[in-house]
């Protein structure tokens, strides 16, 4: 089948791909001054802007430096590529084999943080767009590269986005895995306060989109503690004094594959306090990831059940506090799961805060967009897998017509928000090869 990518394409994206990775683009409230999320952030969003610009699109910045974009052709119908130039923290340094934002070739794959989350993706996608402008094929919508700057943590950008800007007919966001999502589940993050405990005090759980895979206890239940773990057959560690049960740390989204280490700290230490907060969880939460003693069986033939992840739990004298990441199926009433919640915690004396809410996403699968993205995938690889659906969330759910597409494949080593963090060559060239195409159909036929 014909490719539109020539040997430059692939080199000049490469390339592209390494310099990116070389800025520290993840959140830093030391260095926002005048920018929204740091220096290194700004930094890299006007370097990409200067890519596009060097490709022959005209670009925008948002005057506050919330997102850019970059446009190819004219007309009212457009085709969106959403992608997102922050990265996560690299973490411990000490588990990097290299410096993660020098990027390094080696083994036929770059590495560094970005190069699969999102930013290689993202230079896949305007390298392919650019091997299509080089073909001399005619565009008959506008092409828009928007690049979003806070997609890790609060998608503040994105919100900025469509406060100020005009819909697109449609599009793809290249930051998930083909052959292609086009239902994500809605993602509700909430916090439970209660009153403090002058005995009991802990403080587990560092992320509201990870099961907690460690969480301690010091205190004067440890001997309880400690034989309760032991008749519940629970993995735990002891040094100097301080208990620590173990659990498998997976992102919320796949809560069931997990082992909470927080709940598995609870319901051992339940029998010995009357803390009210403990006895929520014991009793409400337990170790059902999908929360069905507060909901009963929430769930539909798209997406599949709720899910809900106990991600953190803070008690001290002055109060106590839960995080809790849900997962709502598509077709599910988020309103009516707000309502069972606040009801069911405030029996407990917690009351709710809504921390974030993402909206789910859904296009039908006989839809003209999956239907040509996936004929594309499908023409690409020989693979006739079926359109997918996740508990993850991307770009693509924040504007309508949009979906998940690429650029993991199902073979693919997923690295990213991991140390050596890498994406590899063939990758990123048969993932620009199945872009080009889709932009051909989407944007040219």
Request: charged fraction near 25%.
């Amino acid at each position: 089948m014909k490719t539109f990518i020539q040997e430059q394409h692939k080199m000049a994206c490469v390339e592209a791909i390494k310099t990116l990775i070389s800025y520290p683009s993840y959140l830093r409230e030391d260095q926002q001054g005048d920018t929204p999320f740091g220096d290194d952030i700004q930094a890299v969003l006007e370097k990409t802007l200067t890519i596009c610009e060097d490709l022959g699109m005209k670009s925008y910045i948002d005057p506050k430096g919330y997102y850019g974009y970059a446009d190819y052709g004219e007309g009212e119908e457009s085709v969106a590529i959403l992608c997102h130039l922050d990265v996560v923290p690299p973490g411990n340094l000490d588990s990097w084999e290299s410096d993660p934002f020098t990027a390094i070739e080696k083994n036929e794959a770059i590495y560094g943080r970005g190069s699969q989350d999102d930013k290689g993706p993202a230079m896949a996608a305007l390298y392919a767009f650019k091997a299509v402008v080089d073909s001399g094929v005619a565009f008959k919508k506008r092409v828009r590269f928007i690049f979003g700057t806070d997609e890790e943590t609060l998608w503040r950008c994105l919100d900025r986005y469509n406060e100020l800007e005009e819909p697109s007919t449609m599009g793809f966001a290249p930051d998930a895995e083909f052959p292609l999502t086009y239902a994500e589940k809605g993602l509700l993050q909430v916090k439970l306060h209660g009153p403090g405990d002058e005995e009991l005090s802990m403080n587990c759980g560092k992320s509201l989109n990870v099961v907690p895979d460690e969480a301690s206890y010091q205190g004067y239940l440890n001997e309880k503690l400690e034989n309760e773990l032991k008749l519940l057959d629970f993995d735990y560690d002891l040094s100097n004094e301080q208990i620590t049960v173990k659990g498998k740390a997976v992102h919320s989204k796949d809560a069931p594959d997990g082992i909470n280490a927080i709940t598995r700290l609870v319901t051992a230490l339940s029998p010995h306090t009357k803390n009210k907060t403990i006895g929520f969880i014991a009793a409400k939460l337990k170790n059902d990831p999908t929360g069905q003693a507060i909901f009963g069986e929430i769930k539909d033939d798209i997406s599949g059940p709720l899910t809900i992840n106990l991600a953190t739990i803070a008690i001290n004298k002055k109060e106590s506090i839960i995080g809790l990441d849900l997962r709502i199926p598509v077709t599910a009433d988020k309103n009516a799961i707000v309502e069972q919640l606040t009801t069911c915690a405030a029996e407990y004396q917690l009351s709710y805060e809504e921390y974030d809410y993402l909206a789910s996403l859904y296009v039908p699968k006989d839809s003209l967009l999956v239907t040509t993205l996936l004929d594309v995938y499908r023409d690409k690889t020989g693979d006739n897998s079926d359109a997918l659906t996740s508990g993850g969330a991307t770009f693509a759910r924040t504007m309508k017509n949009c979906v998940a597409f690429g650029a993991v494949f199902p073979d693919s080593d997923v690295t990213f928000h991991m140390p050596n963090e890498k994406m590899t060559l063939r990758d990123i060239h048969h993932a620009m090869d199945i872009y080009a195409e889709a932009i051909y159909r989407l944007a040219c036929k």
